[in-house]
């Protein structure tokens, strides 16, 4: 049994490393990139009093809405399911395994394929004509929660889990550790750009998540699910904040940033763990 296990084992891993599967995991890379990158316009957007919902189905209504949007919401599905496949690779075949191998790497592989999953399904429900609205969805699920015992508190807990993450996020951007898992040049013009869209990403990617996770924890002590709308919600109560339309061009713009630096990343990413 244990033989069959092992031969199972080395040939998914064989699989995972082999040349046709980890190209088609770095696409998953380039279509997250630009969902960024339209959630960032939308946000920039909704600074100047436009209207649009600044969140992953947002951005995936407006892939469906361009000419061939079909194909394209197929082939985001197909790519994002990959890479969903790839990072769950990692955390069950690779763990224990390698440099910076452990339960922290593990859990991150996992949070990685499972937000990966997530946007293959988006893909694929908007393809099949099954569209969602991400803030309605979140503030409905929030409802739910809150009517189970303890539930309160496990929303209290994913906020702050949520807001933890986006911390992270932005120290991973302070501190350029994001370069680790990247095989960029020593020096040059190439490192600094990407060193560049990086930071900046990775910043603004942890402000919103912070606001994210602020936003839960305000919406459960308040017994207010409508109020918490995901990333939408979040980025509409800072378009409303003193200033907030400043600060939200920024944060749009960081977006982008960091859509950009997704898609560099397809390129320079090390596919090994």
């Known amino acids: 049994m244990k033989d069959e296990l092992r031969d199972a084992a080395n040939t998914a891993q064989q699989v995972k490393r082999s040349a046709p599967f980890t190209v088609a995991a770095r696409s998953g890379f380039v279509v997250s990139g630009l969902l ?63 440099q910076g191998s452990g339960v922290g790497r593990t859990m991150s592989s996992a949070a990685q394929g499972i937000a990966f999953g997530i946007l293959a399904v988006t893909f694929v429900s908007f393809a099949l004509g099954r569209a969602t609205n991400s803030g309605k969805s979140t503030s409905d699920w929030t409802a739910r929660v809150l009517t189970l015992p303890l539930g309160r ?25 994001f370069r680790k898992k990247l095989n960029l040049p020593p020096a040059g013009p190439t490192r600094t750009a990407v060193t560049v869209l990086g930071v ?17 924890i305000m919406a459960t002590l308040q017994a207010r699910p409508q109020q918490s709308t995901g990333l939408d919600g979040a980025l509409k109560g800072l378009r409303a904040q003193p200033y907030g339309a400043y600060v939200l061009t920024l944060v749009g713009a960081g977006l982008i940033c960091y859509g950009l630096y997704l898609i560099v990343k397809a390129r320079f990413a090390s596919m090994e763990g």
């Open 36 to 98: 960024h990158i339209l959630i960032g316009i939308i946000a920039i957007r909704l600074a100047f009093g436009k209207s649009g919902s600044a969140d992953l189905s947002g951005a995936v209504a407006q892939v469906a809405s361009d000419p061939g949007g079909l194909v394209l919401l197929w082939i985001g599905g197909a790519s994002c399911s990959i890479l969903c496949l790839w990072h769950i690779g990692n955390a069950v075949l690779d763990h224990g395994h390698g």
């Open 153 to 177: 508190v496990a929303l209290i807990a994913l906020g702050a889990v949520v807001a933890a993450v986006g911390v992270g996020f932005a120290i991973r951007g302070l501190g350029r550790m």
């Open 200 to 216: 900046v990403g990775y910043i603004a990617k942890g402000v919103i998540l912070v606001l994210v996770g602020v936003l839960f």
